[in-house]
């Protein structure tokens, strides 16, 4: 009787021995595979993130070559109308200095 209750008690330590192992063995690996996902879904969000910088620069850069050439283009009609004023007033301006010059040549003499 001795026997068998000692026989029984290893056979029970020898099952609760593998219980305890299967049971860390499954921990370990839901632990790895929790690492795992965690490090991929990390990755993921990272090369979500960049991607999103790169969009949001590039849609930046577009904005400010829009503005760029707007203002270059409004400075560009600013120059032509300067010109195109200037081009007007130009035969009047030139009778205006000869006509002083006259004048200062005839208060001199």
Same mark, same amino acid.
């Given at each position: ?12 330590e020898?099952?609760?021995k593998?219980?305890?192992q299967?049971?860390? $063995?499954?921990?370990e690996?839901? !632990? ?12 993921? $969000?990272?090369? !979500? ?5 790169? @969009? ?22 600013? $120059?032509?109308?300067l !010109?195109?004023?200037g081009?007007?007033?130009? @035969? @009047? ?6 006509e ?5 040549l005839?208060?001199s003499?």
């Open positions: 009787m001795k026997t068998e209750v000692l026989k029984s008690i290893k056979e029970t020898a099952q609760s593998s219980v305890v299967a049971a860390e $063995a499954s921990a690996k839901t !632990i790895s595979d929790a690492n795992h996902e965690a490090e991929s879904l990390i990755a993921k $969000a990272t090369q !979500i993130a960049e991607d999103y910088k790169k @969009q949001k620069l590039l849609d930046a850069r577009n904005v400010s070559l829009t503005k760029h050439d707007a203002i270059v283009n409004q400075g560009k009609a600013d $120059a032509d109308k !010109i195109s004023s081009e007007k007033k130009l @035969q @009047q301006a030139t009778s205006l200095f000869v002083r010059f006259k004048e200062k005839h208060v003499a």
